[in-house]
Every structure is written in C-alpha cells, then in structure tokens.
Nanobody, 114 residues
Framework: QVQLVESGGGVVHSGGSLTLSCVGSGFIFSDDAMRWYRQPPGKGRELVGTISHGGETTTYVDSVKGRFTISRDNRKSTLYLLMNDLKPEDTAVYYC???????WGQGTQVTVSS
C-alpha cells in the first residue's frame, strides 16, 4: 500500500523557517520524481516545486524561488522542503506527491503570522 506521510508543519512568525518532511512507503522511493504542493485557505491546490528521482534537478514556482529548497534522502525514503524567510502568504496545507501517480498524503499545516 502506497503511503505518503508529511510532517513538520507549525506556526511561525514572518521571516522564520520550517523544514517539512515526507516519508514514502509501499513503493520504490528512489525511482520516483516527487513534488510539493500547497493549498492556501479558501484556494485551490498549487504546485510549489519538483525534484528528480535522484535529486539532481529541482524546479520551483516563482513565488518561492530563493526561499524554499527541495531535497531528498533516498536511503531514508524521505523528501524535504526547507522553507526560509516565510511570509503570511505561505500559509497553507502542504502536501507531497509522487510526480506521476495520484496518491496524496494527509498534508501538514503551515501558518505564518505577520
């Protein structure tokens, strides 16, 4: 059974940092490109960024470039999202996903106070 479990969310002040984790199981983690998405309150889900299966290539939406970093540790089947200089508009539920499959995790809430 494929599972994705996100963790690491919380409440931070504007300018703060958080690191989110996503542990995958039930599939060969190192075979899959992965993505982070987020869903702000009252809005649709949006792509934050992607990482190739080996971790060599990453892409980011313009609004997080230079502030967020996606990485992975395939030995631990874990995906990371390092978020620096957080802004109130980063407030959302954050989700990880296998790039080419439809399984979603339960998400983790990030709240940035001004």
């Amino acid at each position: 059974q494929v599972q994705l479990v996100e963790s690491g969310g919380g409440v931070v002040h504007s300018g703060g940092s958080l690191t989110l984790s996503c542990v995958g199981s039930g599939f060969i983690f190192s075979d899959d490109a992965m993505r982070w998405y987020r869903q702000p309150p009252g809005k649709g889900r949006e792509l934050v960024g992607t990482i190739s299966h080996g971790g060599e290539t990453t892409t980011y939406v313009d609004s997080v470039k230079g502030r967020f970093t996606i990485s992975r540790d395939n030995r631990k089947s874990t995906l990371y999202l390092l978020m620096n200089d957080l802004k109130p508009e980063d407030t959302a539920v954050y989700y990880c996903k296998r790039s080419f499959y439809s399984t979603w995790g339960q998400g983790t809430q990030v709240t940035v106070s001004s």
